[in-house]
């Protein structure tokens, strides 16, 4: 039987350091990425869970749902669904304690008005989905949502843009999208992070043909490392999915992500050819 490709880099990792693989260290800039990405995780996750707890149970009381959005705020997390037809208004919320999102959430179904930090982030939100509906070059593929996760991140208002599947057995990469705002939450910058939409399929648990390792590419302009929104969505799917790695390889750099214990490690794509061939 041949051993998972994940097994072998337990060994090479040492050799890397020793012989200048790394062009230089990406620890950092791997670090950055990640911290990122689990920042937005939680919120995705927030939105996830917390939507199907209030569905089940929000019966319009307080008129329909329009939009919704996750916040933190102090180590928890509220997901916050709005209607803005008429008057903007929260018509009712889910707050988890901290980041186990296995809890189940209070619900508030009190209407109200958004607080400063929720009307910020709601703002932001606008924008952005304004800017997709009049994007002629945005698409919305068969079998997918897309979703808008606004975030403030160490100072900075932001908005990513995900596509994310409506039915199991694949995870999305790509046709996301980076929006930064100043202070002033005006639009400074928008960035498309993946030039294409890259589905990557994935076997049932019960399935004795299981895929352990998997792998996407990055082709310019596309960076040569990880994107937040790669590292957030195998943050969101690698237990489904039930992989042990996924690699993200691109002209410059192999990026590979552990499933299991969620670490991350880049090599040159050199380093790589030379020990695995081309």
Not at 110 to 121: I, M, N, Q, Y
Not at 234 to 260: F, R
Request: charged share 25%; aromatic share 12%.
């Amino acid at each position: 039987m041949r051993q998972p490709l994940f097994l072998s880099f337990l060994f090479l990792i040492p050799l890397a350091l020793s012989t200048s693989v790394f062009r230089l260290d990406l620890s950092k800039e791997n670090a950055k990425i990640k911290k990122e990405a689990m920042a937005l995780y939680k919120l995705e996750r927030c939105s996830w869970v917390g939507t199907d707890y209030v569905l089940e149970r929000y019966q319009d009381q307080n008129g329909p749902i329009t939009g919704y959005f996750s916040i933190e705020n102090n180590g928890s997390y509220t997901l916050v669904f709005f209607n803005d037809q008429e008057s903007m208004k929260v018509v009712v919320s889910a707050t988890f304690l901290g980041d186990d999102f296995d809890n189940d959430p209070s619900i508030d179904i009190s209407p109200r008005e958004l607080t400063k930090e929720e009307s910020e982030l709601y703002q932001i939100r606008k924008v952005v989905l304004e800017d997709l509906n009049s994007d002629e070059n945005f698409t919305l593929y068969n079998n997918t949502n897309v979703n808008l996760i606004p975030i403030r991140y160490e100072g900075e208002f932001k908005v990513y843009v995900v596509t994310a599947p409506t039915i199991t057995g694949a995870v999305l990469f790509g046709n996301d999208y980076e929006y930064r705002f100043s202070k002033s939450l005006k639009l400074k910058e928008k960035i498309k992070l993946h030039n294409n939409l890259i589905p990557v399929n994935y076997s049932n648990l019960e399935d004795s043909t299981q895929v352990l390792l998997t792998i996407h590419q990055h082709k310019s302009p596309t960076s040569n490392l990880a994107t937040v929104t790669d590292i957030m969505t195998l943050l969101l799917y690698q237990e489904s999915a039930n992989w042990e790695q996924h690699i993200i390889m691109s002209d410059e750099y192999v990026t590979v992500w552990n499933c299991k214990s969620s670490e991350v490690f880049t090599m040159t794509k050199d380093a790589w050819d030379k020990i695995y061939g081309r």
